[in-house]
């Protein structure tokens, strides 16, 4: 996805995501260097900001849906059922829906955070998948909190998002953030279902990905085409192959891109080609997995 400018209207067609506006005025972000994005995602209906404020504070207000933020530069504090609260650098801030809660800069430096919109069905399906059975929504009691590897995910899952990742990569590291978070600060035990042998269930799935490499994967079509929930299946899958079904996934879109490369196939072409969805993602991929661009590879064959 190419953005020239965090003010410019952006637009990911294949992923579902838009860029919808920024909150500050172009004055105040002259002045602060304030800025912030907020997309939508239509495939998972949720909602993403990624912000820098140095000024701008959030009034006493609530939300029908859950907020989850990370901090990434700087300190910034919120008020929650009356407690003050601070977060520094790498701090998580969980928020449940119709909570009375602010959020504010600590000092003139301001902060940078990433905030993911989960809905209550999101959470309620989380649920799901972990107990076997439909419960109540799932109530954070700690609203500020540091995990590292939570930290992780919800960045991961974020940048996922923004950067137009595919739909299965998203959607598996939405099932795998919320997951972890609820079973960790919302008091939601798992079923602990002990992975079997899902052998020949992995084998279809795979021949599935293999077959269908240029397409618009979901995780939901896998599970539903082995009988697996979305989460077992992430887990059996990973176990089976070393390696969740995205990275698979983007494995088998670059060894089809390498031989489309060898046999000449203009760099523009085999991007769309293989299944992603521009050029940029189509060469940070390749770049992470090959260790040069696509088009120094095509030139190291014709060398």
């Known amino acids: 996805m190419r953005q020239t400018d965090h003010r410019n209207i952006l637009q990911d067609a294949a992923d579902g995501l838009w860029y919808l506006k920024t909150i500050s005025n172009s004055v105040n972000m002259m002045a602060s260097k304030e800025w912030s994005q907020f ?66 800069p600590v000092d003139a430096n301001g902060f940078e955070l990433r905030s993911l919109y989960p809905t209550t069905a999101h959470m309620q399906r989380v649920v799901e998948e972990l107990t076997g059975r439909q419960g109540n929504l799932p109530y954070f009691t700690d609203v500020r909190v540091d995990h590292p590897q939570a930290t992780a995910n919800v960045v991961a899952l974020h940048q996922a998002l923004v950067e137009g990742a595919s739909p299965l990569e998203y959607e598996a590291r939405l099932v795998q953030t919320l997951a972890l978070l609820v079973r960790q600060y919302a008091g939601v035990v798992s079923a602990r279902e002990q992975a079997g042998h899902e052998r020949k269930a992995i084998q ?54 390498q031989q489309l490369i060898a046999a000449g196939r203009p760099l523009v072409d085999v991007a769309l080609d293989v299944g992603f969805s521009s050029q940029s993602n189509f060469t940070r991929h390749f770049k992470r997995i090959i260790g040069v661009t696509p088009g120094q590879y095509a030139q190291h064959l014709k060398s």
């Open 39 to 104: 997309w939508h995602n239509s495939q998972l209906d949720m909602g993403v900001l990624h912000a820098f404020y140095t000024r701008h504070a959030y009034p006493r207000h609530s939300h029908d849906y859950y907020v989850i933020s990370v901090i990434q530069h700087g300190f910034q504090s919120f008020t929650h059922g009356g407690a003050k609260h601070y977060t520094p650098p790498g701090g998580l801030i969980l928020i449940n829906p119709d909570t009375v809660h602010t959020g504010e």
């Open 204 to 257: 279809l799935v795979r021949r599935y990905i293999e077959e269908r490499f240029a397409e618009g994967i979901s995780l939901q079509d896998l599970a539903d085409r082995v009988a697996l929930s979305p989460y077992y299946l992430l887990r059996v899958f990973h176990d089976e192959v070393g390696m969740p079904p995205y990275t698979y996934l983007e494995s088998v879109r670059i060894r089809h891109a």
